[in-house]
RNA sequence: GCCCCCGUAGCUCAAUUGGACAGAGCGUCGGCCUUCUAAGCCGAAUGUUGCAGGUUCGAGCCCUGCCGGGGGCACCA
């Protein structure tokens, strides 16, 4: 358990034995809170619960927290446990408990930090969710890293996590689509043949119809473009999953918007809304009461021609969410689709379901830069940088780290020119050189023909250096992290995080030195352990986010 | 007109969900390489948290009203 948690629980504990003995009066129990203080200073944890305490109590705050420090318990991790005005309770971890943190990190490495949250839950994280018309765009891939990072650490906090994709392979979008390919097709037969202002523009499609050329020549010259709607279709879909994948993102599930009308669910979600009397017809189209769950106005969910608008299959496919026992679901969507999130989530209660379980995340633009201006980009015109570009110019590592660097409400500028950058001032160099020279030790320690295992039952108790105790000390707060993204979806923390981690980490390397021939015997071995859990982290929260953890670089 | 997001140091952003003296990076200025990668470290300066009220022991955070920037308001997805 975090020690936030069980310190929390010896506060009300203490709460409980001071009125029992009359040092305190009787009050209803509030929710006692303990945190880490921003100030050290003040120490590792911290309540402001005697000051919450002060208006039931009756009592100043002062007393009310002297009272609590008097009835805690003793507590192994800590050092001590101090008042201070007007009414702050400190705690402190002892440095000798902290000292050990080596081989709690060791133990266990992949899995430090992680707790039970999720108990076993069930859980789901959607996102990326673009449709096979055209290959991934930043925006997208924003979403696509802020949910593999969500899904990364939900697991890491106990869940079972599906990584889902939803899209639409049938309608409107997909005839558009077959039709610009064969346009595109015809005209490079040299046939009469024009885009239309609906049609796709891309550069892309041309090249679809050029891969047709090459393997069937002719042979579709009067072939209906259904037919090129499925090849372009099933052909941009593998693209899409490769180019995901190559900045670590596999889904478990692709779940295509046409399962919902062959299951018959579409309609069946209608029928249910129809008969929960959330449906009405009006100029012949079906419109759902949305204004029942406070929206401005009524939603069309049937067209007048007898076609769903796309908001009846989004219902379905969250009714079959609720269905498939999800007990959290989190949606990420982008600024386009604000609008209609809610929506869903109405339909959701249209249908007899609670909307708890389902967390909307919405997370603002992706701006390319170079050279300290915005890459201009137009997706209806079909030009703008594509993810497969933006991995063939920068790599993966940049792109994980940089889409979860803000949070999620900020526009994030991507700085194509900082993020191949060698040096201390790209974060994701300054984070992975950490792991890079915790290996350059061990690699120095092997070239030097010492036992790799020479660290082994060090003495920990030497590891005395403020910096190595700051160091442990941040890396204890790993575990708070990890609830924290788990129970409010910001993955930023984590980036924040693994900077912090990196910046406690490089000046500790520089005054803490290993191999030198004026480190003693004892305290060479307890710094080896120390960096070889150092190395451990590194990997740890590169993991977490994605991202590679190289020996060298 | 309505809805959503944002407004914090010169710039880009954090701020443990209402807690202690608002913090980082970049940029600026000044130092540090015979020693495990200087792809690094050390130090300095920088604030009326857009404005005005309100709520309370306490507000960058919550409420109201303005101002400014971005996005969205389809029988498109």
Not at 276 to 304: C, H, I, L, N, P
Not at 318 to 343: E, S
Not at 354 to 365: G, K, R
């Amino acid at each position: 358990m975090l020690h936030h948690h069980e310190l929390a629980a010896a506060v009300r504990a203490a709460l409980l034995a001071a009125q029992s003995d009359g040092t305190l009066p009787l009050f209803d129990l509030p929710d006692v809170t303990v945190e880490r203080p921003r100030e050290t200073s003040h120490g590792d944890y911290a309540t402001a619960v005697a000051l919450q305490l002060a208006r039931p109590a009756r009592m100043a705050p002062l007393k009310i927290a002297t009272a609590i420090a008097d009835h805690l318990p003793s507590i192994d991790y800590l050092d001590g446990v101090s008042v201070a005005p007007p009414g702050f309770i400190n705690f402190r971890l002892s440095p000798a408990w902290l000292q050990q943190l080596p081989e709690r990190i060791l133990a266990a490495p992949q899995g430090f930090g992680g707790n039970g949250l999720g108990d076993g839950k069930k859980a789901q994280v959607e996102c990326v969710s673009a449709n096979p018309t055209g290959p991934i765009t930043l925006g997208r891939t924003r979403g696509g890293v802020i949910g593999d990072t969500v899904h990364r650490v939900l697991e890491s906090a106990g869940y079972a996590v599906t990584l889902e994709y939803y899209y639409n392979d049938a309608g409107r979008q997909i005839t558009l689509l077959g039709e610009s390919v064969k346009v595109r097709y015809l005209q490079l037969l040299g046939q009469p043949a024009e885009l239309a202002e609906e049609h796709y523009q891309g550069e892309y499609i041309v090249e679809l119809a050029r891969e047709l050329i090459a393997e069937r020549g002719d042979a579709l010259r009067d072939v209906p473009a259904d037919t090129f709607a499925v090849y372009a279709r099933d052909r941009i879909s593998r693209q899409q999953k490769e180019t995901l994948a190559r900045i670590g993102i596999v889904f478990d599930v692709y779940f295509r918007e046409e399962s919902l009308y062959e299951t018959g669910k579409v309609w069946e979600t209608l029928e249910i809304l129809q008969s929960r009397g959330y449906v009405y017809e009006q100029d012949g189209a079906q419109w759902f009461r949305s204004t029942a769950f406070g929206d401005d106005k009524d939603r069309v969910v049937v067209k007048a021609g007898g076609e769903p608008t796309y908001r009846l299959p989004d219902m379905a496919y969250h009714w079959d969410k609720a269905q498939r026992g999800f007990d959290l679901v989190v949606d990420i969507f982008g600024p386009d689709h604000h609008a209609t999130a809610p929506q869903v989530l109405m339909g959701v209660r249209a249908l007899g379901y609670s909307s708890d379980f389902v967390y909307t995340l919405l997370h603002q633009i992706v701006t390319l830069v170079r050279s300290g201006k915005p890459v201009k980009m137009s997706t209806r015109r079909g030009q703008y940088v594509t993810l497969d570009e933006l991995v063939d110019e920068v790599g993966a590592d940049p792109i994980r780290y940089f889409m979860i660097s803000r949070s999620a409400t900020s526009p994030i500028d991507f700085d194509l020119d900082l993020a191949v950058e060698h040096s201390d001032k790209n974060p994701v160099y300054y984070i992975q050189n950490a792991h890079v020279r915790c290996a350059g030790i061990f690699r120095k320690w092997a070239e030097a023909g010492l036992p790799d295992d020479d660290d082994a039952g060090a003495d920990l108790s030497l590891l005395t250096h403020e910096r190595e105790l700051a160091f442990l000390r941040k890396a204890l707060e790993l575990g708070d992290i990890i609830e924290s993204v788990a129970t409010l979806y910001e993955p930023h923390r984590l980036a924040f995080y693994a900077y912090d981690l990196a910046a406690l980490f490089h000046p500790t390397y520089e005054e803490c030195r290993v191999l030198h021939s004026d480190v003693p015997e004892p305290l060479r071995r307890a710094r080896l352990r120390f960096y070889r859990a150092a190395q451990a982290m590194f990997a740890r929260v590169l993991n977490l986010m994605g991202m590679s953890a190289p020996e060298v670089m």
